[in-house]
């Protein structure tokens, strides 16, 4: 099956408007390309998809690819699709920045079909993640707990070709780079550049060992720990730990169904940190009103963006919201990582940040000497020059979608449980009756064969628990999947 390139950054049409909506398209395609918002390379959406996600017709997609086209702004790749036209991303420096203009020597019409690369093979099931082993006496036990990922996925040969071309390198006399090695950081730039849409203008890539490093990395680099920093509550306790200090925790954001409650920070704290694309655990998407809201906090206090990044999939309908790091976003920082996506043995992520910020983070680099080894850094970049980490994500795309409807048709029947916002990437919260106690029910749940978290672990702030449970399907195959969730569905059928 072949994937469909996605809309990376937000376009906005009106008819109220007095410019044609095939002019209102090109002239904010054209402007994006212009800030490097979209990269040379970057495919873009067919006619056919870009009309739906915009709702216009698709003859108007095609009159604004036609005015692109002219403008030199994109080129075809018959057979393949529609890319940005300019100079290759390559020739920039390592993680900076560098605007991506049209190529009018590029000017081609766009091929019959506007198809992207094919995704690899499906893989065998090796490789797979052992069960945990179930106590003595007791059926198998499953695990429905949240923070796994998809091993059947990886896709085995590429992941082995890039490890042995990574070897066939001499090992490096000198110590690595602090801020990472050069090819990675390129790489990950690219990739950010054209999956997700971010400027590097005034910015540096440097590489982290995950996510949770990086959150702690440029927090330190900033000076910035406890009260000062604002972070959503509910959150996974590996961030909230990178945000808290050696005494004091940091601020809690509450999170209701527009993401987080930006106009509740204090007046004390210098960042917030903000998972805008996929809250978690809850999948709450941060709206356009409170993206906007934070950057206009940013710019009115001088405070920081973090942006914790959520990579496993690709999410069309996010795509169109603001971004949170933008050209006048100069005080946004973006954390991510590789693990969610690859495995969490990986310890491989990255940070995007200011580029005076550079310095204080390279600096503090080289007093952790905690850079990921030098294979594992080759190997990932070959992995996203090659396009295997974006087939990788279209693919878990399509798997979690099927495995979220498993879990919502097996929930169906149950009336007294009541599913969460049904935006997260591949987990599920499940929210319980008021009088029931959560770790009871987890506990049934055990009894029945079937291990789940409770939400109490993602609170640190001391405020009431509602009674849920946290559910992560994305890393079961189907048939297990569905074993899982009719034990689980047993469990909460029981009266308590």
Same mark, same amino acid.
């Given at each position: 099956?072949?994937?469909?390139?996605?809309?990376?950054?937000?376009?906005?049409?009106?008819?109220?408007?007095?410019?044609?909506?095939?002019?209102?398209?090109?002239?904010?395609?054209?402007?994006?390309?212009?800030?490097?918002?979209?990269?040379?390379?970057?495919?873009?959406?067919?006619?056919?998809?870009?009309?739906?996600?915009?709702?216009?017709?698709?003859?108007?997609?095609?009159?604004?690819?036609?005015?692109?086209?002219?403008?030199?702004?994109?080129?075809?790749?018959?057979?393949?699709?529609?890319?940005?036209?300019?100079?290759?991303?390559?020739?920039?420096?390592?993680?900076?920045?560098?605007?991506?203009?049209?190529?009018?020597?590029?000017?081609?019409?766009?091929?019959?079909?506007?198809?992207?690369?094919?995704?690899?093979?499906?893989?065998?099931?090796?490789?797979?993640?052992?069960?945990?082993?179930?106590?003595?006496?007791?059926?198998?036990?499953?695990?429905?707990?949240?923070?796994?990922?998809?091993?059947?996925?990886?896709?085995?040969?590429?992941?082995?070709?890039?490890?042995?071309?990574?070897?066939?390198?001499?090992?490096?006399?000198?110590?690595?780079?602090?801020?990472?090695?050069?090819?990675?950081?390129?790489?990950?730039?690219?990739?950010?550049?054209?999956?997700?849409?971010?400027?590097?203008?005034?910015?540096?890539?440097?590489?982290?060992?995950?996510?949770?490093?990086?959150?702690?990395?440029? %927090?330190?680099?900033?000076?910035?720990?406890?009260?000062?920093?604002?972070?959503?509550?509910?959150?996974?306790?590996?961030?909230?730990?990178?945000?808290?200090?050696?005494?004091?925790?940091?601020?809690?954001?509450?999170?209701?169904?527009?993401?987080?409650?930006?106009?509740?920070?204090?007046?004390?704290?210098?960042?917030?940190?903000?998972?805008?694309?996929?809250?978690? +655990?809850?999948?709450?998407?941060?709206?356009?009103?409170?993206?906007?809201?934070?950057?206009?906090?940013?710019?009115?206090?001088?405070?920081?963006?973090?942006?914790?990044?959520?990579?496993?999939?690709?999410?069309?309908?996010?795509?169109?919201?603001?971004?949170?790091?933008?050209?006048?976003?100069?005080?946004?920082?973006?954390?991510?990582?590789?693990?969610?996506?690859?495995?969490?043995?990986?310890?491989?992520?990255?940070?995007?940040?200011?580029?005076? %910020?550079?310095?204080?983070?390279?600096?503090?680099?080289?007093?952790?000497?905690?850079?990921?080894?030098?294979?594992?850094?080759?190997?990932?970049?070959?992995? %996203?020059?090659?396009?295997?980490?974006?087939?990788?994500?279209?693919?878990?795309?399509?798997?979690?979608?099927?495995?979220?409807?498993?879990?919502?048709?097996?929930?169906?029947?149950?009336?007294?449980?009541?599913?969460?916002?049904?935006?997260?990437?591949?987990?599920?919260?499940?929210?319980?009756?008021?009088?029931?106690?959560?770790?009871?029910?987890?506990?049934?749940?055990?009894?029945?064969?079937?291990?789940?978290?409770? %939400?109490?672990?993602?609170?640190?702030?001391?405020?009431?628990?509602?009674?849920?449970?946290?559910?992560?399907?994305?890393?079961?195959?189907?048939?297990?999947?569905?074993?899982?969730?009719?034990?689980?569905?047993?469990?909460?059928?029981? +009266?308590?």
């Amino acid at each position: 099956m072949r994937h469909q390139a996605i809309l990376t950054i937000p376009i906005t049409v009106t008819r109220q408007a007095g410019q044609p909506l095939h002019e209102q398209i090109a002239t904010q395609v054209g402007t994006a390309v212009e800030h490097g918002l979209l990269a040379h390379r970057t495919q873009l959406p067919s006619t056919r998809t870009l009309a739906s996600l915009l709702g216009v017709s698709r003859g108007v997609a095609t009159a604004a690819y036609e005015l692109l086209f002219t403008r030199g702004y994109l080129e075809s790749h018959p057979g393949s699709g529609t890319y940005v036209a300019g100079h290759p991303a390559s020739r920039q420096q390592p993680g900076g920045s560098g605007r991506t203009g049209g190529n009018p020597a590029a000017r081609r019409r766009p091929g019959p079909t506007d198809r992207a690369a094919a995704p690899p093979r499906p893989l065998s099931d090796r490789g797979a993640a052992a069960l945990p082993r179930p106590p003595a006496g007791r059926p198998g036990i499953l695990d429905l707990r949240p923070g796994q990922v998809d091993i059947e996925a990886c896709p085995l040969p590429a992941w082995r070709a890039a490890w042995r071309r990574a070897s066939f390198n001499r090992p490096p006399a000198q110590p690595l780079p602090p801020l990472g090695l050069p090819e990675l950081r390129r790489a990950v730039a690219e990739h950010l550049a054209r999956q997700r849409g971010v400027t590097l203008a005034g910015r540096d890539v440097i590489i982290t060992g995950g996510t949770a490093h990086g959150l702690r990395l440029v %927090l330190d680099a900033l000076g910035l720990r406890g009260r000062q920093v604002a972070i959503e509550e509910p959150v996974p306790p590996a961030l909230h730990r990178a945000a808290g200090g050696e005494t004091e925790r940091p601020a809690a954001l509450p999170v209701d169904g527009d993401g987080a409650r930006v106009d509740l920070v204090g007046p004390a704290c210098r960042a917030i940190v903000v998972s805008a694309d996929a809250q978690v +655990p809850l999948g709450h998407v941060l709206s356009a009103p409170r993206r906007r809201a934070a950057v206009a906090w940013g710019a009115s206090t001088g405070g920081h963006i973090v942006e914790i990044a959520c990579d496993p999939v690709f999410r069309p309908s996010v795509s169109q919201l603001p971004r949170l790091y933008g050209p006048a976003g100069t005080r946004s920082i973006l954390v991510g990582g590789f693990c969610e996506l690859l495995t969490p043995a990986l310890n491989l992520g990255y940070a995007l940040v200011p580029r005076d %910020l550079t310095a204080p983070v390279a600096r503090l680099l080289g007093e952790y000497a905690a850079a990921p080894p030098y294979l594992t850094q080759l190997a990932l970049a070959s992995l %996203l020059r090659d396009g295997v980490i974006v087939r990788l994500m279209h693919r878990l795309g399509r798997r979690y979608a099927t495995r979220r409807r498993i879990v919502e048709s097996s929930l169906a029947p149950l009336r007294r449980v009541r599913l969460g916002a049904r935006h997260g990437v591949n987990t599920e919260v499940l929210h319980l009756p008021d009088q029931l106690d959560a770790r009871q029910v987890a506990e049934r749940a055990l009894a029945h064969g079937v291990r789940v978290s409770t %939400l109490a672990p993602y609170h640190f702030s001391g405020r009431r628990v509602p009674p849920a449970l946290v559910i992560g399907f994305g890393h079961q195959p189907d048939s297990e999947l569905r074993r899982s969730m009719s034990r689980l569905v047993d469990a909460l059928s029981e +009266p308590f």
